[in-house]
Structure formats: structure tokens, C-alpha cells
């Protein structure tokens, strides 16, 4: 009698756990393309002022995204694991007017009329990044140092 | 001829409204933007500067079976008086541009062109593939592959410092509510060799590695009122930490939010690829570290305050920066105003070479309105210097801004902005931008 390969029961059982897992995907609802709903101007601030309950699935608490100054200040950890949640009510270009490979003018200058908005580098920033860049420079890295270095690299030789 | 990005961007743009995309539902956002300048460096003729930008976004849904969308975005500039930077005319830039399949089912997404990546310590920019899924049981998965991005060649050389190739991705485990773990890493390809040398012909101009970083991060509640984040990453370059980033959150009332955060780099480590400032050849045994905390609270719809503190060691020196700000909102949020107050307390070790000290106070007031007709900013920052710099014991700015709602999406605005400071003992800067933003009333409103 001839002897089966060893591995033909470890790729059944791989194969009847990806089917399991694919049944059980069809169960886990994707997030909508567009907010289902039309937000007033600063009602986008707050999910939490409609939105009690956790989000979808395996998702977080929607009071965890709440646009309060400490998130807005410290967005990245919230981007860096959930921006499907994010793509929701912004467009990519919303992070791209500052998080970019190549910017044309500060983002200050293209909403000039939104001073309201977080923008890096308001005002003389050409004299303090003099100083900001030393204190800091992970803070000049996130965004220049793998990208968004055109101008950097016109004085820095 | 010159091929510029943008003009293929351009093109890209009238093809995806043929035929295929006539019954999807398109969005375009179109900003464009004149800026008039005049500049007088000393030693150089004066310039006037008038260089017209566009930025012309496109997003092109419901393609196809209603799950494939298309999304571009970039920007193109012509200067219509004398040449705004370096040595060209006109310049441009596609930021994005690719095809998106998203799936009903676990947020699965594919992902094929230009886009942006962010996974874990991974942030890149990729021409390539991209995709990601949910699975059973909390768990998560993506991963993203294709060219990198490059940037403008380093001085002296014929690259930007970075490899030809991108590879990386996370997987994740998410437990009910409270927790998130994640695992990722991103693998370029080998840097490029760099050659130049200073003034001496000897020593290197920069020194790069390669950009290779593997990392985990994390997200936990615990309890509605707390919340922790943050991310570790190693770099198997250097074989040491690279960074640790850690912040939480407590908010013991509703709009009350306490935030606490520590930061620290080994500089050597995570600015490895920073090619410009030959972070490969950095004092392994440097460190950057913050730590700080703030405080927001909402006292009413119409009133929110802040304040903040941060401590700052390096090598260099160590530095305390705190502050404090308002935010007023009325009539419905459509007026707002705001002001804040921060000091830098420095070690002079900081300081702009040839500067006595790195210490500044800033200052800052805006009020905006936006009405149904028209809508106008003022904004004020001023820089307070501690000592003098260059002569001048400030730097401040003001803008104002006016402007009026066409139509409910397009609107006609323009700035002027005066300012003293060290680089230009006059600022003066104007600008003219005219903005259309599609919306939909019906799917939640402009993005």
C-alpha cells in the first residue's frame, strides 16, 4: 500500500480553515463610502454627538475619534491604524495639503481664509525652523525627511 | 517639449470622464491660486513674482459593478511674471493617482497607482499595488509593494538618496473594543551610492542607509475614559530602537480630554535615511526625547480652552515650551475666533548660529466668518525673540482674507499679508484663489 504525503492532512485542514475564514469574513461589514448622513459645519468635530455606540465589527468606540485639540495634535496614532475610518468624510487631498511628496505653497497659504485650521509653519517660519529644527527634528523628519524636501534641499548641502 | 506632471494629470483627467465614467458619480475639487510677490534679496535684482497654481482634485466613484472608483489629485504652476523657484517656468506634480476596488465584505481594498500608505511606522508613498482585508476573530492584514516615489536630486548628486523599491505591511488583532495590537515594517530597496564631496574633496557631502524599519503599536481602552497609543520601531539597519511614541488619554467629563505623551528617538536609528542630513553617519548614542502633556475643555458650544506643556532633551540642551489658547465659536460655528500664547524657553545650544539665545514668546489672534454670501479671516502671529535676531527683536505676520460664495461650490477670494521679520525687512504678499468644491447634499456632504 502506497503511503500517503505527510502534508496532505496539514493542507486539508489549512484549506477547510480558509474556507471557515472566508464564510466568516462575508459576516464583517465593510464601513460606507461617505458619511450616510450630511454634516452641518462643526457637527464633523464630534461623532460622538450622534454615534453612542462602538463602530462596526472589531472597530473602536467612535468617541475615540472625536476631534478635540488632543486629537487633532496627535492624529497620526489614529491614521496609522484606522485611515479606512478616516477616507470616510476626508478625501486623501485633506491630508495631502500638508502630508505630501511635493508641496507647491504652505498650507497656510491655500486656506488662507481657514485660519481656524491646524497648519504647520504659520507666519516667519523660514527664521524659527532655525531653531524648531534642532529642538525637534523628528518633527521636520515625519514630513521632509522621505519626502516633501524640494525646498529643504535648495539651502541644505 | 517639456513633460510635466501635471499635464499628463490633465489628460488623465479628460480621459476618466469619457464614456465608463459618464455614469459614475463624479466629484472635482479645483483650487486655483494667483499669488503676487516682490521680492529684493540684497545683492539681487528686484523680482516680481505672479506664479498660477492649480490644484485640480477628481474622484470618480460607483465605476464598474459600483465597487472600483478612481481618484487623482495634483497641482501645476506657471509663473506669469519672473520665475518663482529655481530655474524653471512652469513645474507641477501628480500626488495621487489610482484605481480603488473596495469590497463589501471586512473592508477589503485594492489599491493600483500613486497612493499613500499608512500602516503602523510604515508612512510611504507608492507607485505599486496595495490591499488590505479584515479576517475572523479580530484579526487584520494589508500590505502594500511597488516603486518609490522620488524626490528632488540631493545637491551634487544624481538621486534623492532613496531606493528604487517599496515593500511592507501590517497585521493586526483587534480585541471587541479595547485593544488593537499591530505588527509592521517597510524593506526599500538598497540606497544609492552617494559621491559628493565638500569643499574639501574629501569629505562626504551626505551619508545614507537604507530605509528599512520593522515595529509594533498599539491602541488601548481599557475603560471609555482612558486611552492609550503608540508605536515602537527598530531598525535592523543600525540593530537598535528607533523610535518609541506613546500618548494617553484620559477624559474624565465628555469635553474634557488630559493627554499625556513621551516621545523618544535614537537619532542615528530613525533618521538612518534621512539622506540631507546624513543621518546614517549620526552619533549612535544621541537621543531626542520629549515628554508633555495637555488639557482641552469644552466649557460650552462656545467656548473651548487649552493649555499645554512639553519638555524637550537633546544633546544640544534641554527646553520647556508651554502655553495656552481660547477657541470662540457663535452663530452656529460659522464665526470663530481664537488666540493663543506660547513661550520657548531654550538652551541657547538651540539657538540660530550667530544668535545669542533660542528663547521666543508667539503670539497668535484670527476671527473668520463664513455666510451664505461672503466670508472674510484676520489673522495675526507674532514671534517675540527673547534676545534679538539678525537685528530684529520679532517676526510677525498678519493676514487678511475676503471672499465670496459664487455659487454654493465655486467662490472667489483674496489675501494680503504684511509682516516684519529677520529674513525680509518688509513681507508683503497678495493673492487671488478661486475654489470649486462639488457637493453632495444627499451623500453627506463635501468630503
Sequence with gaps: MKSRHPMLPVLVIAMLLALAACAQMKTLPSLPDWHPETLSVGQQMDCSECHEDQQQGTMKAFNAFSHSPAFVKNHRFYAASDDRLCTVCHKSSFCNDCHTNRVEMKPSYKYGYRPDREMPHRGNFMTLHKIEGKLDPAACYRCHGRANNERCVACHR | MKNFPFCRLSLATMLSLSCPALAAEVSVDSTTVVRIEQRAVSGSPKQDIAPATQFLGLDAD???????????????????????????????????????????????????????????????????????????????????????????????????????????????????????????????????????????????????????????????????????????????????????????????????????????????????AWSMFSGAALNPSDKSRSVGGNVSYGVNKALEVTGDYKHYTRELGNADRYGAGVRLSFLGNALRSGATYHYLRASDGFAISGTPSASYHELRAYVMQDTKSFFYAVDVIDYIFRKKVFNESSAWEAVASLGYHITPALALSGDMSYGRNPEFTEDLRGLVRLTYNMTFDLKGGKK
Excluded: C
Design chain 2, 62 to 272: 460607483k465605476l464598474a459593478d459600483g465597487n472600483l472608483s478612481l481618484h487623482f489629485y495634483g497641482w501645476g504652476r506657471y509663473d506669469l511674471a519672473d520665475k518663482s523657484y529655481n530655474g524653471d517656468r512652469g513645474d507641477g506634480s501628480l500626488t495621487y493617482g489610482y484605481l480603488q476596488y473596495r469590497f463589501r465584505q471586512a473592508n477589503g481594498e485594492v489599491r493600483l497607482g500613486r497612493f499613500f500608505v499608512h500602516e503602523g511606522i510604515a508612512n510611504e508613498q507608492v507607485d505599486g499595488l496595495s490591499a488590505r482585508t479584515e479576517l475572523p476573530l479580530g484579526f487584520g492584514l494589508s500590505a502594500f509593494g511597488g516603486a518609490t516615489v522620488h524626490t528632488r536630486h540631493l545637491y551634487g548628486e544624481n538621486s534623492d538618496g532613496k531606493g528604487d523599491s517599496l515593500v511592507g505591511g501590517r497585521a493586526n488583532y483587534r480585541y471587541k473594543g479595547m485593544l488593537e495590537l499591530g505588527v509592521s515594517g517597510v524593506y526599500e530597496g538598497n540606497a544609492p551610492t552617494l559621491t559628493s564631496k565638500l569643499d574639501d574633496g574629501i569629505t562626504p557631502r551626505y551619508t545614507n542607509g537604507n530605509h528599512r524599519l520593522i515595529g509594533g503599536d498599539i491602541w488601548l481602552s481599557p475603560f471609555r475614559m482612558v486611552e492609550v497609543a503608540g508605536h515602537s520601531s527598530y531598525n535592523p539597519e543600525t540593530k537598535t530602537a528607533a523610535e518609541h511614541s506613546y500618548l494617553i488619554n484620559i477624559k474624565p467629563l465628555k469635553k474634557l480630554v488630559l493627554t499625556g505623551e513621551f516621545n523618544e528617538q535614537r537619532d542615528q536609528s530613525y533618521f538612518y
